[in-house]
């Protein structure tokens, strides 16, 4: 019996939150709290007499520290599940540190100003050091651990699908599969049509600005990075068919290539259409895409922050959406000296979605995992002192989770690999 802050109550948000509901025996209480608390209210009014948990909401605003310091001392939580936006991540963090509480979140930081000279200083710093250039990565986070080892706190990063589940996927291959794990190939295909000429399944601003940018993977110890979308393979994907997709940056190759010893290759596919192509090419060209305030009738407006505005909200998608996702990693590594080569992967179906929570797949693949996450932290299932990725935890209870809210999973021994 745990009681849990959600904080957010976007299309992610509202998937966990109607599986927390779902899970009252871990989470007896929550208490959802958002800057537009009309949306909690309005997701409370749905929920309660459908489950035993008992629902509360708050207004909150997660980029000021205080307000959310006094939410948690007032609410007293067992624990933090962030699901607003990467850019809170650590506001949240640092409340939570001020009230000794664990936190839960499924995306690493990244700032939203990436024009502010401290900041700018640092990632430049960064990307001579590192060698990939993207906006965002863990360092931020894991710079938190020994405080929170010190407060006697988890933090679990990236509870999300990807990263998330294919990090709990790496570490459940490494645990029963293979002595040792050297290539991972982490494919993330939306087979799924929403039947808008353009639209994001997920938050535009931060959607675009991940798809926009130079791709990179890790091999031999380092980042090679690459243009943006310069890397193309096709793959044949289980119940959704051959699609086409791209090498991106993404940030669970950051964590992983520090916590899998010896992998020599990570590299992570996305599919995309052409005609998502090319309006993101069109949009880039014309600067929609730019994160820098522009002036515009007296007023500073964000590109990119305009455009949002004008896209089909991610959460409205799930009544049009049809089709299906699938996500999964492919690894080859050795096994008694031999070598071998699994695919562990969910297909997911967004009107199966829709009808459970009134959500397409892509939210429901990050709200999932966020419960689960949240779960086994709240339980004490998953409970060690200091800052941790997903992939750091016994990925067994979460795996057995997986297949009992809704995101069941496949072991192919015998897959097709990707070039």
Known sequence: MGRLLIIGCGGVAG??????????????????ASRTKEKCDALKEKLQGTTDTVITTAKVDADNVDELIALIRDY???AVLN????YQDLTIMDACLACKVDYIDTANYEPEDTDDPAWRAIYEKRCKEAGFTAYFDYSWQWAYQK???????TALLGSGFDPGVTSVFTAYALKHYFDEIE????????????????????????????????GSYWEDGHWVETKPMEIKREYNFPQVGEKDMYLLHHEEIESLAKNVPGVKRIRFFMTFGQSYLTHMQCLEDVGMLSTSPIQYEGREIVPIQFLKALLPDPASLGPRTVGKTNIGCIFTGKKDGKEKT??????????????????QAISYTTGVPAMIGAALVVDKVWDKDGVFNIEEFDP?????????????WVVDEN???VA
């Open 83 to 86: 699901v607003a936006l990467p």
């Open 15 to 32: 998937v966990a939150i109607h599986k927390c509901c779902q899970n009252s025996k871990t989470f007896s209480e929550i208490c959802i």
């Open 147 to 153: 405080r929170f080892t010190d407060a006697g706190i």
């Open 76 to 78: 007293k939580p067992d």
């Open 415 to 417: 897959p097709k690999t």
């Open 396 to 408: 067994d209870p979460f795996m057995d989770m997986l297949n009992q809210y809704g995101l069941p």
């Open 183 to 214: 290539y991972i190939d982490i494919l993330d295909c939306n087979g799924g049509d929403h039947g808008y000429p353009f639209a994001t399944n997920f938050n535009p601003e931060i959607n675009l600005r991940e798809v926009s940018a130079n």
């Open 342 to 359: 699994i695919y562990i992967y969910n297909v997911c179906d967004h009107q199966e979605c829709y009808r459970e929570v009134g959500s």
